[in-house]
């Protein structure tokens, strides 16, 4: 969560101090409406992103089941993202799931069908909410006043893109190791069956 924090901050910092230094003429305003406007851009990013994940929370688990072929992960994308070294980073990658009742940090039960299962369907919920909420981000654009897209609210958005672009590059890299955990359950629940 710091990071993030961090992140945000530093970028706030960034695009005012850009937009203060070299903008204000081109901007035609003062200052502290740079200001606004860029704490107005991260709220509404905030917000949207919030909005987004609450509803799709809200649906059901069973859209997201680890069957449907959607939710695959190729073969390549492994070697993707071990290329972006994510076993180092991973995690640092901010996790809210525990707020919504699931925390995908950790792996708590990996002997129990049922709860792999769930978490499965976790990750693929976290999935859908980062790639829905890439494009809905980008309203930001089209919200606040228009002189502003270049130098304040494109920027905003970008680095709201990339705070949700890591998230799927990390649940994208777990994914495949939680479906052959739940493949080998299953072939282990089958035997004790008969």
């Not at 799709?56 to 072929?69: F, G, H, L, M, R």
């Not at 890439?134 to 089209?142: E, M, Q, R, S, Y």
Request: glycine share 4%; with cysteine; proline share 4%.
């Amino acid at each position: 969560m710091l990071l993030y924090l961090l992140i945000i901050f530093i970028s706030a910092i960034i695009i005012s101090v850009f937009n203060i230094l070299f903008g204000l003429s081109l901007l035609n305003c003062s200052w502290w409406v740079v200001i606004v406007i860029c704490v107005g851009g991260i709220v509404y990013e905030f917000l949207v992103d919030l909005i987004v994940a609450i509803i799709i929370k809200k649906t059901p688990n069973k859209w997201y089941s680890s069957d449907k072929k959607i939710f695959n992960v190729p073969n390549w994308y492994k070697h993707f993202a071990e290329s972006l070294k994510v076993k180092k980073w991973k995690d640092k990658i901010l996790e809210l799931g525990s707020y919504g009742g699931f925390s995908k940090r950790k792996i708590e039960n990996p002997k129990e069908l049922d709860y792999v299962n769930t978490f499965l369907s976790e990750i693929n919920k976290g999935i859908i909410t980062h790639y829905v909420i890439l494009p809905v981000g980008f309203t930001l654009l089209f919200v606040l006043p228009a002189r502003f897209i270049l130098t304040v609210l494109l920027p905003i958005a970008l680095v709201n893109a990339f705070l949700n672009v890591l998230p799927i590059i990390v649940l994208k890299y777990n994914y495949p190791k939680l479906k052959m955990l739940k493949e080998f359950l299953t072939r282990q629940k089958n035997k004790t069956q008969f």
